[in-house]
């Protein structure tokens, strides 16, 4: 794909602090490319009933990629 192809297809989206980008076990529908900051991804804890941290990700990583691949695949981490 072409870059400016690429550009027709892609949005920019601004997420405040602490604000849920994606939810753990919904439909993936979009893949995402950190431009600037980091996320935080994290995963229910069925024993604790609390999310549990896994790592964090930051500009020039990605997540989502899934949805990609398969429209009906369920998000593994919440990210915010």
Known sequence: IQEDQTAQWSLNLDFKKDE???TENEIGEYFYII???KVECSKFDEES???KFIR???QGDYFGELALINDT???TLSVK
């Open 20 to 22: 849920v980008i994606v």
């Open 35 to 37: 431009e600037e900051g």
């Open 49 to 51: 009933k609390h999310q």
């Open 56 to 58: 964090h990700l930051n």
């Open 73 to 75: 695949s369920k998000r």
